[in-house]
């Protein structure tokens, strides 16, 4: 068994190859001039929100800001087999195909430049390097920094920025390589995992968690009633969640759903897809630093409690560069030992000693005049 709060951090300059060109054409002739003209009138430019600095400002604060303890390791590509435990050979092959081209996949944005497919497969492959450290005993938990990320992509399709579903293929491959039957996979991308959700929908040996802002909100998916079918009728859960909702209501859900649901289905391995977009500065919720940090330490105690300690990171959305990395940082330091205030405390004991300094000019005093009249 590992020592306990060992963590490696696995990250790969090879998924920064993924530049997906703003200017080249998206959508189909006429539809692409109407969008663009659109956005121009509105003085808005097009930009990729899922760029390679979103990954270079996480590796810079990790550098400037150093946490105890924390090593870091390289990540490798997937193989064709490993990727074809979630994903369909017709898909894979036409993926493969565009490797060292510009094109667009989705009408949601999700494209490729010619260094993607190779960053994609690394991204994919990190992932999994992930997991076998944990399973090889080399840390307790491991965090794969990679993008493009991957809990949009569905067995046969790419959507929302993802390619390859890193968080499922290195689910496939926890069962596949080594000795473990139940995975758990929590998602707290702000965005439902659709793709993860599918391509487990009727598999009882993973059990999905996914707690994300509620539809009309991308990708539309992820409706309490859906738990899944046939065999895995029961080990998918949804949480979805009004926009705003912040620490109180996510720990309360973590509280009360997943670690019954933890303690129920008793994984061998704990996989968090791992997005920082429920943070305010991405504006569709409201989660903040504490509540990651209470989440993260929430896992920890139900890794240690039902699979040895071993829980893998792989970082999913989130597209404010300071939550971002803050946000990454923030789970790090949980991981590693560190501790944070709960959710929300920030500043009490203050105010009490401040209350306790003016208590007998305000308070005080109030009650010697309440005696006097
Ligand atoms: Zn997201």
């Known amino acids: 068994m590992a ?22 054409p998206f959508l189909p002739g006429r539809m692409d001039r109407r969008v663009r003209q659109l956005l121009s009138s509105l003085n808005v430019p097009w ?12 590796r810079h604060l990790l550098e400037l800001e150093p946490v105890p303890g924390l090593q870091f390791e390289c990540g490798k590509p997937a193989t064709r087999e490993q990727l074809g435990r979630v994903h369909t050979s017709s898909y894979l092959e036409r993926i493969f195909e565009l490797r060292g081209k510009n094109a667009w996949l989705d009408m949601d944005t999700t494209a490729v430049s010619p260094g993607s497919v ?23 938990s491991a965090f794969a920094l990679v993008r493009p990320p991957g809990h949009h992509a569905e ?18 491959h926890a069962q596949a390589a080594f000795d473990c039957q139940r995975v758990m996979i929590v998602d707290w991308d702000a965005h439902h995992g659709n793709g993860t959700q599918d391509i487990f929908w009727a598999d009882p040996d993973v059990m999905f968690f996914d707690i994300h802002r509620a539809s009309p909100f991308y990708p539309g998916s992820g409706q309490l009633e859906d738990i899944g079918e046939g065999m895995g009728e029961g080990t998918t859960v949804n949480v979805p969640m009004p926009a705003g909702a912040g620490d ?12 019954p649901a933890a303690d129920w289905f008793k994984p061998d391995l704990i996989l968090v897809s791992a997005g920082f977009d429920p943070h305010s500065f991405d504006l569709a919720l409201n989660v903040t630093y504490e509540g990651f940090a209470a989440m993260t330490g929430i896992l920890q105690d139900l890794a240690r409690r039902h699979c040895q300690g071993r829980l893998v990171f792989v970082l999913e959305g989130g597209y404010h560069l300071l939550s971002l990395s803050r946000g990454v940082k923030t789970v790090l330091e949980v991981l590693a030992g560190g501790t944070f205030p709960e959710p929300g405390t920030a500043g009490l004991a203050e105010v009490e000693a401040a209350a306790e300094f003016h208590r007998l000019a305000f308070v005080a005093a109030n009650e010697g005049s309440d005696l006097e009249s």
């Not at 209501?249 to 997943?258: G, P, Q, S, T």
């Open 248 to 259: 109180r209501a996510y720990l309360k859900a973590f509280h009360e759903i997943l670690e």
């Open 155 to 172: 067995p046969v399709r790419a959507r929302g920025f993802c390619l390859f579903n890193n968080v499922a293929v290195a689910a496939a």
């Open 118 to 140: 190779d960053a994609a497969e690394v991204a994919a492959g990190t992932a999994i390097a992930a997991v076998e450290a944990v399973f090889q005993g080399r840390c307790e």
């Open 47 to 58: 930009k990729y929100p899922e760029h390679a600095g979103r990954l270079t400002t996480i």
């Open 3 to 24: 020592d306990p709060n060992s963590v490696i951090a696995f990250y790969d300059e090879r998924v920064l190859a993924h530049q997906p060109d703003s200017e080249a």
